[in-house]
Structures are given as C-alpha cells and as structure tokens.
C-alpha cells in the first residue's frame, strides 16, 4: 500500500532517540475555566466521518478489540464507548478510569492534559467522572475506534464535526438526568458525571447502532501471546514529558504493567483506589498548531511520517505511525516497516507535540529516573 511504502521509508530513513533532558520546574498552571462553546462556525472543510471500508473485517472470534484479550463474542462485536475525563487537581480522584481497556492522554490548554478513556463492555460501569468538554482532535481520536462519544460540551472548533458523530453531549437537555448527572459534593465544572446504565439509556434514546460496522478495521493489532520486544532498549520508568501533572509509568516486574503516576502520586481510580496500570504504553508524536483564538490547540491526529515508542514488558522500542487522514483509521508500524503488534492487554496512549519531544524520558532503572528528574 501507498502508506506502507512510505512508512517503510521513513523508518529506514530516521533513527528517533528520545531521552529525558534536566529542565526548570514550570509555576503550577491553574486551569482555565472554558466556555463550552455551541454556536455555529462556518467550517474550513467538509467533514465526512467514514469509516473506510475494507475487504476483510479484523474483529472475529471472542476476543477484546481493544485489548486482544478473550470476550464473549457479542461484547467483542460491539462498538465501544469513549469519554472525556478531566485531569485537573480539581477534578481528582477520578472515577471509572481503572476499568477502561484504552486511556488517550493529549495535551489541552495551558500545559494541562485531558483524558479519554474507552470502554469495550460498557453497560455494567460505575460512575465516571468528572465528564468533560470535547476538542476536535480527541474527536477524531475516538473516531479511529468508531466509539460512542460521550462529553460535556465542547470547544467550537469541534462544533461541525461533531455533528456527524454519535454523540452523547452534556449539553443536550434531553439527556439530563437521563444520562448525565451532578455530584452535589463537588463544585461545578468537575461534577458531572455518568455510569453504564445512564449510557445505554442515552444510546437507546438517541437510536444509535450499538454493533460495529461489518467493514470496520481494527484499530490494533495484537499478538496471540505475550512477548518481549525485539530490539528494545530497557525502559524501567517511562514519561512522556507533560509540564503541569508530570505522569510517568514504573514497571512492575511481578504484573508485567506499567503503573501510573501524576501529580506527584499515585494516579488511583476513587471508585475502588485501584492504580491505572497499563500492558501497553504509547507514545505518539504529533504536528499541531494553535487556533485562530490563541487559546486552543489544533493537534494533528494525521500525518504520513508520525514517530513514537511503544512500550511494553520493561522494553521500549521506537516506531512510526500513519493516518491518511484525520476522519480515518491509523497504524502503528515497528522499525522493518511492519505493523506493530501489542502484547494483549490494556493501552494507554500519550499524544506529544511536536515541540515537546526532547522531554520524553525512558529510563533503565528507578535510580536513572529520579536523578533525571532532580
């Protein structure tokens, strides 16, 4: 294939290393406090969100789409749920984010990150929370997976697409207290929250299909069991670089997962006080832009020629990544130009801007981590 090719060329042709680098501790920045925009803008382009069809559908047997992991074939056949969590002080603890199969990880506004977790077998979930607004770019992340986005709100240049997405939108009075609910224990914006039963009910009210297209390809390729990586280097501790909440991933040797860290602390689930823990890490470097307004970030989900790492199993390994275009599905290729396959499990993926790739960090031991940090 066209992209193949120059996958291909492209790795053999580049030699990425990423490193941790010693730089200043930023002042903490205190989230700003967005306007969930819903007026209409004239769009720069037509969006047409396909899925691209395929002569073979990737997802058969009984097994987890999103991790490679055994299901029961109904649950595997069905289109999984994504939703945008804040992940801000003010939004912790965060609920719901250890059940997820994939947790997406992209910068926002002013240094900070929001997450988008997915959920394959979704109508049994306790609460998640705290929802948040949508922006276009993790729109089209979730896309890539054909999920059923769940937000509250969003930034206005999400506003068009979203209109040819099944959505589940905080803002839309029909689904108040049907879907969406207010914790009255935590102040406004960071208290909305949903669980499974209030999703299927505002899945069912919107009318949307619950099974996946039967041309959808798979967003990953897995292994049919767990393996180490091939000319890996040793990746003890991992961090994608981020400035305000600093996570990083510790493996653990007895698990064989990445545990998650940020803010200084555990990043822990408050519906169980489980740690996020993860078989795979991504790390997915990004071209972006800022809007017109100065205030929001355009990051470009597409690209024929994308870096990154793929961990797993204590090993780091370098990688590409290509997405035709941003409405469509992308691919993660190993350094012979082959597709990457993940060892089963869960997955969390952090976008990195282009700019800030010199922060990335992977790390032999916990000694190399924390004398890199001081």
Known sequence: ???????????????????????????????????????????????????????EPVITGSVNPLTGEPMDEALAAQRPVSC??????????????????????????????????????????????????????YAYLSNEFEAIYVHYGQAIYATEMLKHLDDLNGLDGDLENVTFMRDKSRKSPHNAFVNGESIVAGIQKRGY?????????????????????????PAAVVEPGYLVNKPWFVYNEQTGLYERYQYKAAHVDGNNGEQLAFKNVIFQVCDYKMEPDGKYLDVKTASYSGTGKYISNGQAMDITWVKEVEDGIGTYYDASGNELELNPGKTCICIILNDAEDKIGVYGSEEEFQAARN
């Open 1 to 55: 294939m066209k992209h193949m090719k120059r996958a291909i060329a492209f790795a053999a042709a580049c030699c990425v290393v990423f490193s941790g680098c010693g730089r200043k501790e930023p002042e903490p920045v205190k989230e700003p406090e967005p306007t969930e925009f819903v007026g209409e803008i004239e769009p720069d382009t037509e969006f047409e969100l396909e899925i691209p069809t395929e002569t």
């Open 84 to 137: 945008m969590i804040g992940n801000t002080t003010d939004a912790m603890p965060q609920y719901g984010t250890s059940a997820a199969d994939v947790l997406i990880e992209a910068p926002a506004e002013g240094g900070l990150t929001r997450l988008m977790t997915l959920y394959q077998d979704y109508a049994n979930l306790p609460s998640i929370m705290s929802v948040r607004s949508c922006r276009h770019y």
């Open 209 to 233: 299909r619950t099974e996946h297209a039967p041309t959808y390809k798979n967003r990953f390729s897995f292994t049919a069991e767990d393996r180490q990586l091939a000319g890996g280097v």
